[in-house]
């Protein structure tokens, strides 16, 4: 028991750092364009005091590309400080649909590394579970990752839901989905560890080229 709990500690630190790089890396790529932004505000200044008119057009775009820029930071601040807020509780509801998008927004610029387009099917009625919220998200990113990872041809994966309200389940499904993937699929012990904790398992739909999680039925 001890030696899955230190398995289940080692991944959340892992995939927390992930998710925390890739976001402070998007800041760092915001700051940047900012400081170019600035860098030509002063040229323009420097050219003023010596006589040259400003140029108002030219101000205007830089001005609104600062704007862009700070919007798109306090976006990513933003959901940096939700996914940090995701390890407050031990046991809460999640909505499943919510914390699939979250994830997916979150995870986005790693996501566009993969080229593949990550589509959702919303369910009929929100789909609840009670869990620990932060190893659902890391549990969803590993499946979207394997998802895009075994997504062959058209590179599309289509994520749905199940229709039982009373028995939770998420579908992941490829165009074609590469055999070797399919054929080991969440057999790593990270992989045990998260699905035993979360109290899911995992069900290979091999017609679809996919695979669901399934949470155990309501009573």
């Known amino acids: 028991m001890v030696k899955d709990e230190n398995v289940l500690t080692n991944e959340g630190m892992r ?14 790529n915001t700051l940047a364009i900012i400081n170019e ?15 040259s008119p400003l140029p108002p057009a030219r101000i205007n775009d830089i001005s609104r590309m600062l704007t862009r820029q700070v ?19 031990s046991t809460e509801v999640a909505d499943l649909e919510k914390t699939v998008s ?3 927004d979150l995870a986005s610029p790693l996501i566009e590394k993969q080229e593949t387009a990550v589509k959702i099917t919303a369910p ?8 620990n919220l932060f190893y659902l998200e ?17 590179k599309q994966v289509i994520i749905s839901f199940g229709t039982d309200l ?37 069900e290979k739909n091999k017609k679809n080229n996919g695979f669901g999680f399934l949470w155990p039925k309501c009573i």
């Open 71 to 89: 919007k798109r930071a306090d976006l990513i601040l933003k959901k940096l400080n939700r996914f940090s807020h995701s390890v407050d509780l």
């Open 138 to 154: 890391n549990m969803i990113w590993r499946a979207v990752e394997t998802a895009c990872c075994a997504a062959k041809e058209k």
């Open 102 to 104: 979250f994830v997916l």
């Open 15 to 28: 995939f927390f750092g992930r998710m925390s790089a890739t976001a402070t890396h998007e800041i760092k």
């Open 166 to 202: 009373t028995a939770p389940s998420i579908w992941f499904s490829m165009d074609t989905g590469k055999n070797t993937l399919m054929d080991d699929l969440f057999g790593s012990k990270e992989d045990r560890a998260l699905m035993t904790y979360l109290d899911i398992s995992i």
């Open 37 to 51: 932004s600035a860098g030509l505000l002063k040229d323009l200044s420097i050219m003023a005091e010596k006589g």
């Open 124 to 131: 009929v009625s929100p789909m609840m579970v009670t869990t």
